[in-house]
């Protein structure tokens, strides 16, 4: 069955770099759909965005980055797209990688693009940081049964059963739009797998969090993980496509 893929793009005042990061993916994906969630900017990031030819869905006000996702997992499954691709709007994504991840659906629901897998020197992210990363990737490499590397990697893609999963429960937290959705991915029979890519410093603007900021974030999503491990989640109606593990 031949997959329609759509690349979902959640912003955040970013019409600095949108149109760049719209331009790459014309040159590396011309085959594929995108779709920016303008996620209440406060800039003319939507009307960036929709000059240089995406479809684009506005949000009222900030959601956050899951809530601009589940946004666009539900658009897609409303339009029965089989396979949804996550890129960020700062250009740090190297959007060359999305076939690698949409080829690793052919044995996984949920590819991932991972920095620390042995491909390039993304070292962005401080000391304390990258040791609560590695402590998450370390138990989420145990319910995936497999090694993982960069849990917080928001460079991914589904196919359409890890969208319809994502639709009805991906979390709005911020980071737990990353880690907390792998749980809720694999508690729902979904497989993860990860594949090696390199990644970019932000092309313009500033990011949204601050180190301390985020480690105490990363804190609350180690309590997220623990709630999310001992949930019971309701099965979700899905699409025939996706892989059973």
Same mark, same amino acid.
């Given at each position: 069955?031949?997959?329609?893929?759509?690349?979902?793009?959640?912003?955040?005042?970013?019409?600095?770099?949108?149109?760049?990061?719209?331009?790459?993916?014309?040159?590396?994906?011309?085959? $594929?759909?995108?779709?920016?969630?303008?996620?209440?900017?406060?800039?003319?990031?939507?009307?960036?965005?929709?000059?240089?030819?995406?479809?684009?869905?506005?949000?009222?006000?900030?959601?956050?980055?899951?809530?601009?996702?589940?946004?666009?997992?539900?658009?897609?499954?409303?339009?029965?797209?089989?396979?949804?691709?996550?890129?960020?709007?700062?250009?740090? $994504?190297?959007?060359?990688?999305?076939?690698?991840?949409?080829?690793?659906?052919?044995?996984?629901?949920?590819?991932?693009?991972?920095?620390?897998?042995?491909?390039?020197?993304?070292?962005?992210?401080?000391?304390?940081?990258?040791?609560?990363?590695?402590?998450?990737?370390?138990?989420?490499?145990?319910?995936?049964?497999?090694?993982?590397?960069?849990?917080?990697?928001?460079?991914?893609?589904?196919?359409?059963?890890?969208?319809?999963?994502?639709?009805?429960?991906?979390?709005?937290?911020?980071?737990?739009?990353?880690?907390?959705?792998?749980?809720?991915?694999?508690?729902?029979?979904?497989?993860?797998?990860?594949?090696?890519?390199?990644?970019?410093?932000?092309?313009?603007?500033?990011?949204?969090?601050?180190?301390?900021?985020?480690?105490?974030?990363?804190?609350?999503?180690?309590?997220?993980?623990?709630?999310?491990?001992?949930?019971?989640?309701?099965?979700?109606?899905?699409?025939?496509?996706?892989?059973?593990?």
């Amino acid at each position: 069955m031949k997959r329609r893929v759509l690349i979902i793009i959640p912003a955040l005042n970013e019409a600095l770099s949108i149109t760049k990061v719209l331009d790459e993916l014309r040159t590396t994906c011309p085959e $594929h759909d995108v779709l920016v969630v303008d996620d209440g900017s406060s800039d003319a990031t939507g009307a960036v965005a929709a000059a240089a030819g995406a479809a684009v869905l506005r949000l009222p006000y900030n959601l956050g980055v899951g809530g601009a996702m589940r946004a666009g997992y539900r658009y897609a499954r409303e339009r029965g797209y089989t396979v949804a691709v996550q890129v960020d709007a700062d250009g740090q $994504h190297d959007t060359a990688y999305v076939p690698a991840l949409i080829e690793l659906l052919e044995r996984a629901d949920v590819a991932i693009g991972a920095r620390f897998a042995g491909t390039g020197t993304y070292s962005s992210a401080g000391l304390p940081r990258r040791v609560a990363m590695w402590l998450l990737a370390k138990v989420l490499s145990v319910l995936a049964g497999t090694r993982m590397t960069d849990v917080t990697s928001g460079f991914r893609a589904c196919n359409a059963r890890a969208i319809a999963v994502f639709a009805t429960h991906y979390p709005v937290e911020y980071l737990g739009d990353t880690v907390e959705s792998l749980v809720i991915a694999l508690r729902s029979n979904c497989v993860v797998r990860q594949v090696p890519v390199v990644m970019r410093a932000r092309r313009e603007g500033r990011a949204s969090q601050s180190t301390a900021r985020s480690l105490v974030y990363l804190a609350r999503v180690a309590v997220a993980l623990g709630l999310a491990l001992v949930r019971r989640w309701e099965p979700v109606e899905t699409a025939s496509e996706g892989v059973r593990a």
